[in-house]
């Protein structure tokens, strides 16, 4: 059975049968935790002598590995900007780099898109009045209609029956054709938009109260 003595405490330990012996030889020199646990917190060892041995880092400083003294080091080239005449640095791969940012390489050249047909959405789209492929006319939707007139006609925000102070309006319409008609739309509370519904109740005549 293979022994050997503990590097803290010094006493005597054997080898574990499932420990093989390359880690026995050259790793384990511990006989329990507790002694690992003494080793880090910088006791001294009771049967070895660092004395007059310098640690291996003393007269070493962190500028070792900063800058040129770095094994990865390589020189940045020096560049000027043609444009802002800016002086720049870039790592060796950016050799082919001309201007120093973006928005310089951009000065004096044309989009890449310019009066080409690139099937993207035109600007136009979105502006008021311009009719989409998809446009349906009077046979949009009941949502998308209310969505058309809060666009054009902006939040309502009275009620033309009752005047009073409430809390949500809607817009509500006079014929209950539903037409792209925005003429044909008035202000109203929910509580009076629900009972001119229900009740059906004419109002053409609805106007803003004194």
């Not at 041995?53 to 020096?78: A, D, F, I, R, V």
Request: with cysteine.
């Amino acid at each position: 059975m293979l022994s050997k003595n503990c590097l803290q405490c010094n006493s005597v330990f054997t080898k574990p049968t499932n420990e093989s012996k390359k880690n026995w030889n050259e790793r384990h020199k511990f006989c329990s935790r507790d002694c690992i646990n003494e080793f880090q917190k910088g006791k001294p060892l009771k049967n070895v002598d660092n004395t007059g041995k310098p640690s291996w880092n003393k007269g070493l400083h962190p500028e070792y590995l900063q800058g040129k003294n770095h094994h990865n080091w390589k020189e940045k080239l020096k560049k000027t900007c043609p444009k802002c005449k800016k002086i720049f640095f870039l790592n060796p791969s950016g050799e082919r780099i001309i201007h120093c940012s973006l928005s310089c390489a951009k000065i004096g050249k044309d989009p890449w898109n310019k009066g080409v047909k690139t099937g993207l959405v035109p600007s136009n789209v979105f502006k008021k009045g311009h009719k989409p492929w998809n446009w349906k006319g009077d046979d949009v939707g009941y949502a998308s209609l209310h969505s058309w007139v809060r666009r054009h006609k902006g939040k309502p925000n009275d009620c033309k029956k009752c005047g009073k102070d409430k809390s949500r309006y809607e817009w509500a319409n006079i014929s209950r054709e539903y037409k792209r008609d925005l003429d044909d739309w008035v202000s109203l509370c929910t509580s009076c938009h629900q009972y001119a519904d229900y009740h059906k109740l004419d109002l053409s005549a609805t106007t803003t109260p004194a």
